[in-house]
């Protein structure tokens, strides 16, 4: 029976956008392994550390930067963020799909890594909103975020989304089920690719 290495589905887009839940959705259908990040940031209620994020201290984050652990790191809205290695190489060598849901620093360092493993697996999308007014509307209904934060993640979000031309894949949002068939059609698509074949 042939057997194929995993991919690396890389998944960026604004705040609002959609992306966390899509991810969430493939991770909790057992179709990828979720790739937790490690922050500096404080968890939000209802947030779990190792469910959610791993939650670091700067100097633990810092650390684990100097040791070469992190696949990728980033400052974003005034905290660091990163991906380690292990939540990726450990299971992609062994077939699984990961899925990882970063902002566009993160991704370009992803997309300029050297690891041929890394380089095999890779496919990446851009979960673009369907417009701005839909945009505010889904960060404001969240209800977490004051209006001035709420104005920094807008800002922030027009700047991420000059992006997108730099992925391979962009969705469009609709639904929240139209998202899903469209999101899962690729992983499933880059599955049969021969190039993944063992």
């Known amino acids: 029976m042939t057997s194929r290495t995993g991919i690396l589905l890389l998944v960026s887009g604004p705040s609002g956008s959609g992306k966390t839940t899509l991810c969430r959705r493939l991770s909790d259908e057992d179709e990828a392994h979720y790739s937790i990040s490690c922050t ?97 509307a889904r960060l404001t209904g969240r209800g977490t975020d004051a209006e001035d934060v709420i104005a920094l993640r807008m800002k922030n979000a027009l700047e991420e989304m000059e992006h997108w031309p730099k992925y391979s894949y962009r969705l469009l949002s609709a639904t929240r089920e139209e998202d899903y068939l469209n999101f899962k059609s690729l992983i499933l698509a880059e599955r049969l690719r021969v190039a993944r074949l063992k």
């Open 40 to 136: 500096t940031r404080p968890p939000r209620e209802g947030e779990v550390d190792g469910r959610d994020y791993h939650f670091l201290d700067r100097d633990d984050f810092q650390a684990r930067i100097k040791a070469g652990e992190f696949l990728e790191h980033a400052e974003v809205h005034g905290n660091h963020y990163g991906t380690l290695k292990s939540e990726v190489l450990d299971f992609v060598s062994k077939g699984r799909d990961v899925v990882m849901d970063i902002d566009v620093q993160g991704a370009d360092q992803v997309r300029s890594c050297c690891d041929s493993a890394i380089e095999a697996a890779l496919i990446d999308l851009f979960v673009m909103p369907p417009s701005e007014t839909e945009l505010r």
